[in-house]
């Protein structure tokens, strides 16, 4: 039960069906309200019928709005999922100011879209850190594969693999991960999960997701961990695992 719960909490808002799944929105990257450094970047994730129109995005500009002060963010191509999402990042033109609450004027480009983890928000706000965030993320524990996560539902099956791995790092980071199946002639899978306290989940809800992870198969994951700012942490070997397979216990 623990682990279902944890799933729960760390997933990005993933889409569900039915009463249990969000409606067709977008979800942002770092967290709505969260102290973020004045030389940050942000992702914009498009789930449903939005994944389609942020992916059309690349090329447009937003606003970041604070009192006295606006950015200009270009938004520059990011990654597709084969589960019905897509995201683009978002590259502020200039720093922000310290101490402000900045608002991303979303509206600009897509008109009532919600912001799915951020309460349903159509303009989302951060606040600035004290100053800009120039160093690498550190290791203090290397990535490492933890446990599969399998679970039957009422709209389908969740299945992930949980990795564990720890920073010396006070932004907001998250993974991007290329995924092979191994001894298949396959195109790899590359998309982003978030990273939440040591623990980034790779794999898929019910009702889609940022992976496809098929019943036993084994796979290949190389990783590269961002902070807020966009540095990255030094390269870590790829890790090998398994898929989680459904035993009689699942429900």
């Known amino acids: 039960m623990r682990s279902v719960v944890l799933l729960l909490v760390l997933m990005l808002a993933a889409p569900a ?18 102290v ?18 942020v992916a059309e995005l690349p090329g447009r500009v937003l606003r970041l709005q604070a009192d006295g002060h606006e950015v200009e963010v270009r938004v520059q191509r990011g990654w597709s999922s084969t589960l019905g999402r897509s995201t683009v990042v978002l590259r502020p033109s200039g720093a922000l100011k310290p101490g402000h609450v900045y608002t991303l004027r979303l509206d600009d480009v897509l008109p009532g879209a919600k912001v799915l983890n951020g309460g349903g928000s159509t ?3 951060w606040h600035s850190g004290r100053g800009q965030d120039v160093a690498r993320p550190r290791w203090v524990e290397r990535p490492a594969v933890s446990e599969g996560l399998f679970r039957r539902t009422r709209e389908g ?6 990795l564990r791995m720890s920073l010396r790092e006070d932004s907001p980071s998250y993974v991007v991960v290329t995924l092979w199946r191994r001894g298949q002639d396959m195109a790899p899978q590359h998309y982003f999960t978030s990273l939440h306290d040591g623990v980034a989940l790779v794999g898929h809800h019910a009702c889609g997701g940022a992976f496809a992870l098929e019943d036993g198969k084994s796979y ?4 590269e961990v961002f902070d807020a ?17 459904a035993t009689q216990e699942n429900p």
């Open 17 to 34: 069906a039915h009463a249990d799944c969000p409606s067709d929105g977008v979800q942002v990257f770092p967290m709505p309200g969260a």
């Open 123 to 125: 303009r989302p706000e």
């Open 229 to 245: 700012a966009g540095n990255t942490a030094p390269a870590v070997p790829n890790l090998q695992f398994e898929a989680p397979v």
């Open 157 to 162: 099956t969740e299945r992930f693999v949980k």
């Open 36 to 53: 973020v450094p004045t030389n940050t970047r942000f992702l914009l994730e498009g789930l449903g019928a939005f994944s389609s129109r």
């Open 220 to 223: 290949r994951a190389k990783l």
